[in-house]
C-alpha cells in the first residue's frame, strides 16, 4: 500500500479537514518562504486535493431560487 492510500484511508469522511491542512501547511510554507516560491506551493496544494479527492467544489454563477 502506497503512502497516498494510506493518507486516503486516514482522510476519508474528513474532507473539510483534509483541505484545510493541505491549506494550512502550503500557507505556512509560504511564510516562512516569503512567497518566493508561492506559485509551486499553490501548484502543489492543487494537486494534493486532487490526489486526495478534495478539490473545492465548482463555484456555480447562477443565483440560487
Given amino acids: 500500500m502506497s503512502m497516498m492510500d494510506k493518507l486516503k484511508n486516514l482522510m476519508k469522511g474528513h474532507d473539510d479537514a483534509s483541505r ?3 491549506d ?6 509560504d511564510s516562512k518562504t516569503d512567497n518566493k516560491y508561492s506559485g509551486q506551493t499553490d501548484s502543489a496544494q492543487k494537486r494534493m486535493n486532487d490526489q486526495m479527492g478534495t478539490q473545492d467544489p465548482p463555484q456555480d454563477d447562477r ?3
Fill in 20 to 22: 484545510q491542512g493541505v
Fill in 24 to 29: 494550512k501547511a502550503g500557507d505556512a510554507f
Fill in 63 to 65: 443565483p440560487q431560487p
